[in-house]
């Protein structure tokens, strides 16, 4: 088993011990970390003890152990994936060659800028969420936010651990900029566009978490493709880590709708604002909007930097190890999404520059997923209404579509009849003021607020009413 030496102040897995320079680099890092987190990690938390997931070891059996921990002293560290002996270049101009244990000189800084944007987006969302705690609908729904909070710190641990140990100099200051960006800050904002939004109430959380946090899911996965076997070893482990955050955001929403739909049909209304619920139509518009932020984050439909890190090997498809063609790609073509006029059509592209569009393609399946089993519960309850993904063109802001509007159905529009019809596509104020009307903290053991149902059941065989963190 690869167990994780907790006797050391940074754990790991990685024989930090042998490596004095590093140690000493993350030794500095260790406390601005602490510094940064107490400053905008989870607020009015930090002393109490919650019941977290901690990793002890990276194999697949024993890498989790839960007990009460104070946010603070989490055991954040460095865990990478078991090595694949003899584990070769998967795809690209360099397929087949043995994996990179160090950087390949003249793909340093491609490379650094991949590591610093991914490892941007886990402070930021801890930035995001840190003033949610106030208003939790329930200790399991507290706890479950501080354990993604948690998590997403120690993803910025994994991204650090790469540049400070692969590269030198500039791999420690870019360690120090990730601490000193700030989410939605006008003068040093986050990298991306999605993680310098608001993340003001806890619809809005669970909705990033599921599609955000699955945009997460399919960077890292093309980054576990990565030639970069360090880089490919981190990012095993963190999709490890990232299916509780996805588990979060689907079945929290889930139990939104469910809760929703009790509400219509106890008290024989649609009207289930009345009742302290959160109506479908509003669900929809919040759909709407994360949807389409987090399409955002897969960059431009034709992009020549997604063609160079794929051609590069250091970014690969998802499960690209699993596609049965030559991985590269060099003939092969692949669909896109056109405007001609103003209708959206699609052509065929050379497939490498449109692998931003093919891992999209990935992704809005996946979501698809969710989405269907949310309509499966309003099915149930006997409701005759469907939570749809609007037209990928909907509200973007990055690539072919930021230039246009277009309907959720998919419809190119004029300025003014988005203008006179988007408050029935995207939260008004009057919707974002309801929501934020709900937010009332619920604490008590075992309630819930009234607008999410409990779960179907709690953290790690412990009763739903367990006490997930102690406030007292
Ligand atoms: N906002 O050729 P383009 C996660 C920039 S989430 C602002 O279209 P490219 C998590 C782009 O950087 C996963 N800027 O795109 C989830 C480029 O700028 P430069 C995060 C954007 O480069 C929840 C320019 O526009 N990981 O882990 O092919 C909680 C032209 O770019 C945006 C990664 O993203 C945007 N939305 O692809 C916690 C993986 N989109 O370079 C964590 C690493 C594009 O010209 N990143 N731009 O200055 C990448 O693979 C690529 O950078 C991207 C963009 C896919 C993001």
Redesign the pocket.
């Known amino acids: 088993m690869a167990g994780i030496d907790y006797s050391e102040r940074i754990p790991n897995n990685v024989s930090l011990a042998d490596n004095r320079r590093l140690q000493r680099a993350l030794e500095e890092w260790h406390p601005k970390f602490l510094d940064w987190w107490m400053q905008m990690g989870p607020e009015g938390f930090q002393a109490k003890d919650v019941y977290l997931r901690t990793a002890v070891s990276v194999d697949a059996q024993g890498w989790a152990q839960f007990d009460y921990v104070r946010m603070p002293e989490y055991r954040w560290g460095l865990f990478l994936a078991e090595p694949e002996s003899g584990r070769t270049i998967g795809f690209g101009d360099h397929m087949g060659a043995p994996a990179w244990q160090d950087v390949p000189g003249e793909y340093r800084g491609v490379l650094r800028?991949?590591i610093v944007?991914?490892g941007d987006?886990?402070p930021?969302?801890v930035e995001q969420q840190r003033h949610l705690g106030r208003t939790c609908p329930s200790l399991y729904d507290l706890r479950n936010l501080f354990q993604i909070n948690v998590e997403?710190g120690r993803?910025l641990w994994a991204m650090v651990y790469l540049l400070d140990a692969y590269f030198g100099r500039d791999g420690r200051e870019e360690s120090e900029a990730l601490l000193q960006r700030r989410s939605g800050d006008r003068d040093k904002p986050r990298?991306?566009?999605?993680?310098n939004e608001k993340t003001p109430d806890w619809l809005s959380y669970l909705m990033?978490?599921y599609f955000?946090?699955r945009?997460?899911k399919?960077?890292?996965a093309?980054?576990a493709e990565s030639g970069f076997d360090p880089l490919s070893r981190t990012c095993r482990f963190m999709l490890t880590e990232?299916a509780h955050?996805l588990f979060v955001g689907e079945t929290g929403i889930g139990r939104v709708v469910q809760r929703t739909c009790e509400l219509m049909r106890e008290g024989k209304t649609d009207d289930v604002r009345r009742l302290g619920g959160i109506d479908l139509e509003t669900l929809q518009k919040y759909i709407n909007f994360h949807y389409s932020v987090s399409l955002?984050?897969?960059?431009?439909e034709v992009?020549?930097?997604?063609a160079n890190?794929y051609t590069m090997g250091l970014?690969g498809r998802f499960e690209e190890s699993k596609k049965k063609d030559d991985h590269r790609l060099k003939d092969a073509t692949y669909t896109v999404s056109e405007l001609v006029g103003d209708r959206i059509t699609t052509r065929e592209a050379p497939a490498l520059p449109s692998l931003?569009e093919r891992?999209r393609d990935d992704y809005i399946a996946d979501c698809q997923r969710g989405v269907d089993r949310w309509n499966q519960i309003i099915k149930k309850h006997g409701i005759d209404f469907e939570l749809r993904l609007p037209n990928r063109g909907f509200r973007r802001?990055?690539?072919l579509f930021a230039e246009v509007k277009v309907s959720p159905d998919g419809l190119v529009l004029s300025e003014a009849a988005w203008d006179s019809n988007k408050h029935a596509w995207l939260p008004t104020e009057a919707d974002q003021a309801y929501v934020q009307s709900l937010m009332r903290p619920v604490t008590e053991r075992g309630r819930f607020a009234s607008w999410i149902a409990p779960p179907a059941r709690g953290v790690n065989s412990q009763p739903v009413d367990f006490e997930y963190v102690r406030l007292a």
Not at 191 to 195: E, M, Q, S, Y
């Open positions: 800028r991949l944007t991914q987006t886990e930021a969302s997403e993803h990298i991306l566009g999605a993680f990033f978490t955000t946090d945009d997460g399919y960077q890292l093309s980054l990232e955050h955002d984050l897969f960059g431009s992009s020549t930097n997604a890190f970014k931003n891992l802001a990055i690539g």
